[in-house]
């Protein structure tokens, strides 16, 4: 631009040092604003983006926990399984066993007088008790009942009688044998308990 100064005409370039220094650094400034809105606005894109990054990490974690939380149990039950279906794999057989083992149970029950039956009594009870040693190493154990206390876990009672020597809850006889293999019945004992 050209301007008059005391009569004579100045070019731009005669302006004060002062004018230009002041024009330089509006035009700076301007720039500078520019440069911060343009950098504030990506910042701002940035952080967002990363916000939703974390979010999103933050579910897929959860996800994983709830996933292997879920496999966790999945493993822990069927270990479960397995060792349930071991310790119990001879249940159906000792189940089918039990009225054969009541069955010789009742034949030694049987008072023999000749020695030809005492010798069949004394055959049948090496049966039985190879038969029940046998089970026993499965796990079958008879339920103790004459004498106990009533247990509805372990007996089951079929009548009631009246004995004042003994207490309240006693079982006075045991009408048929019960058995459990290690830890869970197979069959409660029925017993007549005490009123």
């Not at 701002?44 to 496999?71: F, N």
Request: proline content about 2%.
């Amino acid at each position: 631009m050209i301007g008059t100064q005391g009569g004579k005409e100045v070019s731009e370039t005669t302006k004060p040092n002062e004018e230009l220094q002041q024009e330089i650094t509006e035009q700076n400034e301007a720039e500078t604003v520019e440069t911060e809105a343009v950098e504030e606005v990506a910042l701002d894109e940035k952080e967002q983006k990363i916000a939703e990054l974390e979010a999103k990490l933050a579910e897929e974690d959860a996800r994983y926990l709830r996933l292997r939380a879920d496999y966790d149990n999945l493993s822990r039950r069927n270990r479960l399984d397995r060792e349930a279906a071991e310790k119990y794999r001879a249940q159906s057989l000792l189940t089918e066993l039990l009225p054969v083992l009541d069955n010789l149970d009742r034949a030694l029950q049987v008072e023999v007088s000749s020695e030809e039956a005492a010798s069949l009594y004394k055959g049948v009870e090496m049966v039985y008790e190879q038969l029940l040693a046998a089970t026993e190493k499965e796990g079958l154990a008879i339920i103790a009942a004459e004498g106990e206390s009533f247990d509805p876990n372990f007996h089951q009672a079929v009548m009631q009688e009246q004995d004042s020597e003994k207490e309240t809850g006693t079982i006075l006889r045991e009408l048929q044998k019960g058995y459990k293999l290690k830890d869970r019945v197979l069959r409660p004992s029925m017993v007549s308990v005490n009123e």
